[in-house]
């Protein structure tokens, strides 16, 4: 009898402390970067996984809706442009604080900005903040005082930029991750250590506890976060797997709640009858395109790279080689930016083999004859290697020319382009904020550009340069709308491939969400099991 | 004997400069800095990122002053990510490599050496054949395709073993065994190799004359002297293992230096591909050296130039 | 007539000491060979392979760089004996044509190993003093270094400064010769340079031990030149062993450009290399095994088949080696 009582203490203990196990346990998200995120510091990131981080513990001005892609407050409760366009003021939230106890100010921001455009800071992104007014002139190290670029604190609570031009999409690069505030005290006191777990200061939804270089990193839930009530998911668990069917396996094993479906797995995947039903593609605001070297021969002809163009067929490529849905592009801006041209307008360069062979005859080479030896190089990635054998196989059948492959290793390949660009190329352009102002005028504007295709076309520089400027948006989208008619159909300056896509696996008791331009908001996800 | 250390020792300072005079060299010679990103940096930038790590210094003085800093055991700061130094990056990874070429050395001995020494004492029998053609199979699988087929087997499958990382003893297991496999072979092969020889010696047959049990006559005499050249080769094999664990590294998702070496060259992350270089070339010279000892300590007769 | 009597000396020096036993050897050997049946068996996949490699456009059923998107990861069946991989092209005269890849990164490995290494070896050896000491000092330099780092720092480069050179130039030469093998060159010129170290220390350890023995001393008192005792004596006695030891290096040789393959150093685009093949089907093992585990089997194959030779011709060759 007392045997049985205390085996009924023990059971019953032992439940009690299973279920008291069972809601002590943090709700956890177990999430791969990728990657080693190169940097926690905002002023430095250039990489999604690192943004994907930042975007944890710093909060910007403004953020993103995930669905809409529409700017919303975030730190910011409301802001307004002076009648000119020129000047903006954003009115901070009072009840943000610092891990360390500090309240979050407008003076962070300033010294935020400050900091991006110092050229000692040497930040990769700073470029984008050259719409303020002295932006360019301190970055570059023309003038020497930080004082002299547009941005001030007007009190605690206010902070007031002065731009060059208008710019309706001002707010989108004042939540950008180069703009947060960021803590001046510790930077000061640590260096480029402060972003290590054990100094770093930070004000976003969740705390870095832990850092694990090349292995782990663990976010905590900021009890103190204005919006805490909201966050469900207590932990997130990174983990850094790089290799993508490492990372599918561990899917499969449960170790990873959402996961990256490699190329290699999609036809399992979407035959799987449990796995297709985690399977989610959601757009990602990236274009892949093959640029033409338009000063090197055959290329300086734009017949020759309208056959190029025509000769692709971008949806067999979609259907068997990349496979993740992606869109076919035949414009360079994609969707879900301002100023892409929906497909129904019909503007650019599709498939079709016999145009291409006609302007490749009308070029003065038909079938291909007489061309000189063309090259296609690509950075040596196993993706980009099928994509191009699979494009140089189309260009085979339909022109019947025979195109060399060639890869470089990044840093070399970028070299190359700019000093020596081969024939045709490989890029790529991802959205820094949702206007076609970043695509067109700050990818291929002759001059203020990189403009890596080597092309000039005064008509299409003025038509960007007008529409930067334009404050009225029907109007800006039918300069953007002309402007990718000049680019990628009457000069065929570059071959839009396809828009990206984000093809994802989400395990049934998670409910997440996509941002198209990274910097995933775990704090609206959530977790039920 | 110690003045032969000695000077083993002293010679490896040479070599270690020009292996990090050369390795600098090549690194330099590589197109690309480490600050040319995809949105090119204002050139006043990338004169301030070049003054600040010294990278606008002549190339000499680059050299000199990294190993003037090399000395007080700073390897300098790595321009990829920016918090961390070399130091740090060592001091992090390397222990997990190292673990791992423990790890994997324990794999290759303990299925190894029992595996040539069966063969051996049943030479020529069906046992032996499939020893050897086991052992050889080791050595022709190449780990990337040993490896996703291990996690599939013993992760998806059977649901016994962890896919990947690292940390804990389950998580070792399969990473070990892949790194560990080749090197088993060659061991196997090399026990047998040298137990045939033993066999045959003279000291042997005296023993199984003198009325020795066949067990001890093994055990005792034959296996001692059959291991001293497998016993030799162990430490050059643990420096492989260690240098050798890249692939392995990526395909479990382990934190060691290995993946660093590509990764740095990639970020032409200079100070971290001289300080993996150049810890690598510490562990293989003192491997080497520790081999000439054992051979020494083992066969006086060598003599040392 | 005191020339004439030289020349009498030398003709006996040579077949009494070195030329007779040499055949007896060599005759001996290949008899012990045949009697070891893993051996010959090595001996027959290699030769079948060479006939594949030689023979490949006639053997292989499709052309390995042809193919249609449309039958992109067929499975093995009646139209692909293998299947296919990404973009459609039969895995089966990929791998035929793959032949002609690893054989040529084996033997050229080999070749280049034995020439540089045996001629390094026995000119140190031979000589000895201090000739012997500078140019092991130089062998134990490069025996410090991580032979895979140096490598793949050598392979980056390689592959980056001479794909920029400006046509016309000697490494613009070089990376059209590069172009030409698929991008194989500089692979064989990065496995060149570490391959010969191993097999130099081993022939200079045998020439210093011939150095010393009667029939060299008997040669160099007849009058013959440092160049012909080295030719004539030292080499034929040590090139067994290092027959041996290059034969069981070739494996390590083809392994080591499927290694490079995976780490993105490769060939180029669409030649047929097992590596490349291997590195781009392990990321499929799930869905489509065949794509990693046909070019694995080959590769494996391959190297048991050289392996099995290399411990044939060593129990042959050299009895006492291990």
């Known amino acids: 009898m007392r045997k049985n009582i205390l085996i009924l203490i023990l059971s019953l203990s032992l439940i009690m402390g299973f279920s008291l196990a069972a809601i002590t346990a943090p709700v956890t998200l177990q999430w791969n970067l990728g990657t080693e995120p190169p940097t926690l510091d905002p002023a430095l990131a250039t990489d999604t996984t690192s943004v994907d981080?930042?975007?944890?513990?710093?909060?910007?001005?403004?953020?993103?809706?995930?669905?809409?892609?529409?700017?919303?407050?975030?730190?910011?409760?409301?802001?307004?442009?002076?009648?000119?366009?020129?000047?903006?003021?954003?009115?901070?939230?009072?009840?943000?604080?610092?891990?360390?106890?500090r309240p979050v100010t407008a003076h962070d921001i300033e010294y935020a900005v400050k900091r991006t455009l110092d050229p000692a800071t040497a930040s990769d992104y700073a470029y984008v903040l050259y719409i303020i007014k002295g932006a360019k002139e301190v970055n570059t190290g023309e003038i020497k005082d930080l004082n002299y670029i547009g941005v001030k604190a007007i009190d605690d609570y206010t902070i007031q930029f002065a731009l060059n031009h208008p710019a309706g999409y001002f707010p989108c690069i004042a939540g950008m991750w180069v703009t947060r505030p960021v803590p001046r005290w510790t930077i000061e006191k640590y260096g480029d250590k402060w972003t290590e777990p054990e100094n770093i200061v930070t004000n976003g939804p969740y705390l870095l506890t832990k850092w694990a270089h090349e292995d782990e990193i663990i976010l905590e839930k900021n009890p103190d976060y204005f919006d805490a009530d909201n966050v469900q998911i207590e932990r997130v668990h990174c983990v850094m797997i790089v290799e993508a069917s490492t990372a599918m396996a561990m899917y499969e094993e449960g170790k990873l709640d959402s996961v990256g479906v490699p190329l290699d797995d999609m036809d399992r995947v979407k035959a799987d009858p449990v796995l297709s039903k985690e399977l989610t593609i959601a757009p990602y605001l990236c274009t892949y395109y093959y640029g033409f070297n338009n000063s090197k021969p055959p290329m300086d002809n734009p017949l020759v790279r309208k056959a190029f163009s025509a000769a692709i067929d971008r949806k067999s490529l979609i259907d068997y080689v990349t496979k993740g849905e992606q869109v076919p592009a035949t414009t360079f801006t994609c969707p879900g930016i301002f100023g892409h041209v929906p497909p129904e307008e019909g503007i650019g360069i599709?498939?079709?083999?016999?145009?291409?062979?006609?302007?490749?005859?009308?070029?003065?080479?038909?079938?291909?004859?007489?061309?000189?030896?063309?090259?296609?190089?690509?950075?040596?990635?196993?993706?980009?290697?099928?994509?191009?054998?699979?494009?140089?196989?189309?260009?085979?059948?339909?022109?019947?020319?025979?195109?060399?492959?060639?890869?470089?290793?990044?840093?070399?390949?970028?070299?190359?382009?700019?000093?020596?660009?081969?024939?045709?190329?490989?890029?790529?352009?991802?959205?820094?904020?949702?206007?076609?102002n970043n695509w067109l005028y700050e990818v291929f504007h002759s001059t203020d550009s990189e403009n890596r295709i080597k092309w000039h076309n005064a008509e299409f520089d003025r038509v960007v340069e007008e529409a930067a400027r334009e404050s009225d948006s029907a109007k800006r989208l039918e300069l953007y709308k002309r402007a990718e008619q000049i680019l990628c159909e009457e000069e065929a300056g570059i071959a839009p491939i396809y828009f990206y896509t984000i093809v994802n696996l989400t395990k049934p008791y998670l409910k997440r969400t996509f941002a198209p331009m990274g910097g995933e908001h775990f704090r609206d996800w959530r977790i039920t099991k | 004997m110690i003045n032969f250390v000695i000077r083993r020792i002293l010679w490896s300072i040479p070599v270690l400069l020009i292996i990090s005079l050369v390795t600098f060299g090549l690194g330099h010679a590589i197109p690309g800095g480490p600050f040319d990103k995809e949105k090119p940096l204002p050139a006043e930038i990338i004169a301030n990122l070049e003054a600040y790590y010294g990278l606008d210094d002549p190339l000499w003085k680059q050299y000199t002053d990294y190993l003037w800093n090399a000395l007080h055991g700073d390897f300098g700061p790595s321009y990829s990510s920016r918090s961390r130094t070399v130091n740090d990056i060592i001091s992090t990874h390397f222990p997990v490599s190292a673990q791992l070429g423990v790890l994997a050395l324990i794999v290759a001995m303990v299925v190894g050496i029992p595996l040539g020494m069966i063969?051996?004492?049943?030479?020529?029998?069906?046992?032996?054949?499939?020893?050897?053609?086991?052992?050889?199979?080791?050595?022709?699988?190449?780990?990337?395709?040993?490896?996703?087929?291990?996690?599939?087997?013993?992760?998806?499958?059977?649901?016994?073993?962890?896919?990947?990382?690292?940390?804990?003893?389950?998580?070792?297991?399969?990473?070990?065994?892949?790194?560990?496999?080749?090197?088993?072979?060659?061991?196997?092969?090399?026990?047998?190799?040298?137990?045939?020889?033993?066999?045959?010696?003279?000291?042997?047959?005296?023993?199984?004359?003198?009325?020795?049990?066949?067990?001890?006559?093994?055990?005792?005499?034959?296996?001692?002297?059959?291991?001293?050249?497998?016993?030799?080769?162990?430490?050059?094999?643990?420096?492989?293992?260690?240098?050798?664990?890249?692939?392995?590294?990526?395909?479990?998702?382990?934190?060691?230096?290995?993946?660093?070496?590509?990764?740095?060259?990639?970020n032409r992350d200079y100070p971290v591909v001289l300080g993996i270089m150049l810890l690598y070339a510490v562990i293989i010279i003192a491997a080497n050296l520790l081999v000439d000892i054992t051979y020494s300590w083992i066969d006086p007769r060598i003599r040392y130039t | 007539m005191e020339v004439k009597l030289k020349e009498k000396e030398k003709f006996e020096d040579e077949t009494v000491i070195s030329e007779r036993p040499e055949v007896n050897l060599w005759k001996d050997a290949f008899r012990r060979m045949c009697?070891?049946?893993?051996?010959?068996?090595?001996?027959?996949?290699?030769?079948?392979?060479?006939?594949?490699?030689?023979?490949?456009?006639?053997?292989?059923?499709?052309?390995?760089?042809?193919?249609?998107?449309?039958?992109?990861?067929?499975?093995?069946?009646?139209?692909?004996?293998?299947?296919?991989?990404?973009?459609?092209?039969?895995?089966?005269?990929?791998?035929?044509?793959?032949?002609?890849?690893s054989l040529s990164v084996g033997i050229v490995g080999a070749v280049t190993a034995f020439l540089i290494g045996v001629f390094y070896g026995v000119v140190s050896g031979y000589y000895g003093g201090k000739v012997d000491n500078i140019m092991m000092r130089i062998v134990d330099i490069m025996y410090g270094f991580p032979t895979l780092l140096l490598i793949i720092l050598l392979?980056?480069?390689?592959?980056?400064?001479?794909?920029?050179?400006?046509?016309?130039?000697?490494?613009?030469?070089?990376?059209?010769?590069?172009?030409?093998?698929?991008?194989?060159?500089?692979?064989?010129?990065?496995?060149?340079?570490?391959?010969?170290?191993?097999?130099?220390?081993?022939?200079?350890?045998?020439?210093?031990?011939?150095?010393?023995?009667?029939?060299?001393?008997?040669?160099?008192?007849?009058?013959?030149?440092?160049?012909?005792?080295?030719?004539?004596?030292?080499?034929?006695?040590?090139?067994?062993?290092?027959?041996?030891?290059?034969?069981?290096?070739?494996?390590?040789?083809?392994?080591f450009e499927a290694f490079l393959s995976f780490?993105?150093?490769?060939?180029?685009?669409?030649?047929?290399?097992?590596?490349?093949?291997?590195?781009?089907?392990?990321?499929?093992?799930?869905?489509?095994?065949?794509?990693?585990?046909?070019?694995?089997?080959?590769?494996?194959?391959?190297?048991?088949?050289?392996?099995?030779?290399?411990?044939?011709?060593?129990?042959?060759?050299?009895?006492?080696?291990?």
């Open chain 3, 155 to 255: 392979m980056v480069l390689f592959k980056s400064t001479f794909a920029i050179a400006t046509p016309g130039t000697f490494a613009g030469f070089l990376n059209n010769i590069d172009r030409a093998f698929g991008g194989l060159f500089f692979i064989f010129i990065g496995i060149g340079v570490t391959a010969w170290l191993g097999m130099a220390r081993i022939s200079r350890g045998m020439a210093l031990s011939l150095r010393e023995k009667e029939f060299i001393e008997a040669a160099r008192a007849t009058g013959n030149s440092n160049l012909q005792i080295m030719l004539k004596h030292v080499l034929p006695n040590l090139i067994g062993p290092c027959i041996v030891r290059v034969t069981l290096a070739i494996p390590g040789y083809i392994t």
């Open chain 1, 53 to 101: 981080v930042i975007e944890q513990l710093f909060l910007g001005l403004t953020d993103y809706d995930d669905e809409t892609m529409e700017v919303v407050p975030e730190l910011a409760t409301s802001w307004e442009c002076s009648e000119d366009g020129l000047v903006w003021a954003f009115h901070l939230r009072k009840d943000v604080k610092w891990t360390d106890g």
């Open chain 3, 35 to 101: 009697k070891n049946k893993m051996a010959v068996l090595g001996a027959i996949i290699i030769m079948v392979l060479f006939i594949i490699a030689v023979f490949a456009p006639y053997i292989a059923p499709y052309h390995y760089a042809e193919g249609s998107l449309k039958d992109n990861f067929a499975r093995p069946g009646s139209k692909f004996l293998l299947g296919a991989d990404f973009m459609g092209r039969d895995l089966l005269s990929r791998i035929i044509y793959g032949t002609r890849i």
């Open chain 3, 263 to 322: 780490i993105g150093l490769g060939v180029n685009p669409p030649t047929p290399s097992w590596g490349m093949m291997i590195s781009e089907g392990y990321q499929a093992m799930r869905s489509y095994p065949h794509l990693a585990i046909y070019p694995g089997l080959a590769l494996a194959i391959t190297m048991l088949a050289f392996n099995f030779l290399g411990d044939g011709l060593r129990d042959a060759l050299d009895p006492r080696m291990k």
């Open chain 1, 350 to 436: 599709g498939y079709d083999p016999e145009a291409a062979r006609k302007y490749l005859a009308d070029a003065g080479y038909p079938e291909g004859k007489g061309l000189p030896e063309i090259t296609l190089m690509f950075n040596t990635s196993e993706g980009h290697r099928k994509i191009a054998q699979a494009i140089q196989q189309m260009w085979k059948e339909v022109l019947g020319v025979e195109v060399n492959l060639t890869n470089q290793e990044w840093k070399v390949y970028l070299k190359t382009l700019s000093e020596d660009a081969p024939q045709i190329f490989r890029l790529g352009w991802c959205a820094d904020y949702p206007d076609a």
């Open chain 2, 119 to 266: 063969s051996a004492l049943k030479q020529n029998s069906f046992i032996d054949y499939f020893c050897m053609f086991l052992a050889l199979l080791g050595v022709s699988v190449p780990a990337m395709t040993l490896g996703p087929l291990l996690i599939w087997f013993f992760a998806l499958k059977l649901h016994i073993l962890p896919v990947a990382r690292w940390g804990t003893w389950q998580q070792a297991i399969l990473p070990a065994v892949t790194l560990g496999i080749g090197s088993a072979a060659l061991l196997a092969r090399l026990t047998r190799a040298s137990m045939l020889q033993v066999i045959r010696e003279d000291y042997i047959r005296t023993a199984r004359a003198k009325g020795v049990s066949e067990k001890n006559v093994t055990i005792h005499h034959a296996l001692k002297n059959a291991l001293i050249p497998v016993v030799t080769v162990i430490g050059p094999m643990f420096a492989a293992l260690v240098t050798g664990s890249l692939i392995v590294e990526q395909i479990f998702a382990i934190p060691g230096c290995g993946k660093y070496f590509v990764t740095s060259i990639t």
